[in-house]
């Protein structure tokens, strides 16, 4: 059964969520309003020319396909994609990314499977507006325009087993305990105590590069 990334407002940190799932991962998705140049997308009629704006990185791997296709995301909403399968050799394996444009909210509703295997997000804040999205993904709050806060939807569809990686934003507060430290030991992972959210179990196991504070991995252990 394949296993899914998904991480929605990534902006361009595209390489480092690849190259540290790439193991485990086959599908990779990237939502952010960026790819498609900042529009959303009502009907398919709407979509004859979109700006694509993917970031550019390399792969350790050969190109294998590409291609362009929609997906219908919340109340109806069309959901461009462009994807890119790639071969990795070290892995006996292929990977694909799909970059999903228009609201990250339209792309969660509309992804193609029911489980994720790793979600992430970092790097954002609730102030929607220059870079930011607004949308608390992992907390039960929302903001003035996304009332409803995203943190039990994502525990709903997480596999357990899975990992949720986020350095804090706009995330509940047991998720977020060094946000915005700059300052941290580079073991303080294996100091943060477990946390049950919506009768989910998650277990601090590992960080990543920081962002705004260190990048925790979180994995639900039931």
């Given at each position: 059964m394949k296993r899914t990334l998904f991480y929605p407002c990534s902006g361009r940190d595209i390489f480092e969520s690849v190259r540290s799932w790439m193991h485990i991962i086959d599908d990779f998705w990237f939502a952010e309003m960026s790819f498609s140049g900042w529009r959303e997308f009502k009907s398919a009629e709407d979509m004859t020319e979109i700006p694509w704006r993917i970031p550019n990185f390399r792969l350790p791997g050969n190109l294998v396909s590409e291609n362009e296709t929609t997906l219908t995301g919340e109340n109806d909403r069309i959901v461009p994609v462009r994807s890119?399968?790639?071969?990795?050799?070290?892995?006996n394996k292929s990977i694909t990314l799909n970059f999903a444009g228009g609201c990250a909210v339209n792309a969660f509703h509309a992804l193609p499977v029911d489980r994720i295997a790793v979600f992430v997000n970092r790097g954002d804040h609730r102030v929607s507006g220059e870079g930011s999205s607004g949308i608390c993904w992992l907390s039960d709050e929302g903001t003035t325009?996304?009332?409803?806060g995203m943190l039990q939807q994502v525990l709903s569809r997480m596999d357990v087993g899975g990992f949720i990686v986020t350095d804090g934003?706009?995330?509940v507060e047991a998720l977020a305990p060094y946000w915005r430290q700059r300052e941290f030991p580079a073991d303080v992972h294996l100091s943060i105590a477990p946390v049950t959210l919506h009768g989910v179990q998650l277990r601090c196991v590992g960080m990543l590069r920081p962002k705004y504070g260190p990048t925790l991995v979180w994995q639900n252990v039931g």
């Open positions: 890119a399968t790639y071969h990795l050799k070290q892995f325009y996304f009332p409803e934003s706009n995330a």
